[in-house]
Nanobody, 114 residues
Framework: QVQLVESGGGVVQPGGSLRLSCTAS?????MAWFRQAPGKQRELVAI???????NYADSLKGRFTISRDNAKNTMYLQMNSLKPEDTAAYYC???????????WGQGTQVTVSS
């Protein structure tokens, strides 16, 4: 059972930045960030593999950057130029296969508001 712990959420003004972190209890190849706003479906933010390959939601390319430090078993999400519509609970996920996301963190809240 892989444990995932997110941190770094908070309240920020529009145009501001936040950096989220997700630390895994052990090394795992595929990790991702998801988010879910109240009343909306969960959506994929970005995926990263241990080799550094990435994929982003089209709407977030250029503003969000996913990265990882394999030595620390930690994944990051740098969020810039934040907009009110980015307000959501952000979740870390991981898997050892390509069929489904097996492990999830507890989530960290990001609120973008003036």
């Amino acid at each position: 059972q892989v444990q995932l712990v997110e941190s770094g959420g908070g309240v920020v003004q529009p145009g501001g930045s936040l950096r989220l972190s997700c630390t895994a209890s052990e090394s795992i190849n595929r990790m991702a960030w998801f988010r879910q706003a109240p009343g909306k479906q969960r959506e994929l933010v970005a995926i990263i593999t241990s080799g550094g390959g990435t994929n982003y939601a089209d709407s977030l390319k250029g503003r969000f950057t996913i990265s990882r430090d394999n030595a620390k078993n930690t994944m990051y999400l740098q969020m810039n130029s934040l907009k009110p519509e980015d307000t959501a609970a952000y979740y870390c996920a991981a898997t050892r296969n390509i069929l489904k996301w097996d492990y999830w963190g507890q989530g960290t809240q990001v609120t973008v508001s003036s």
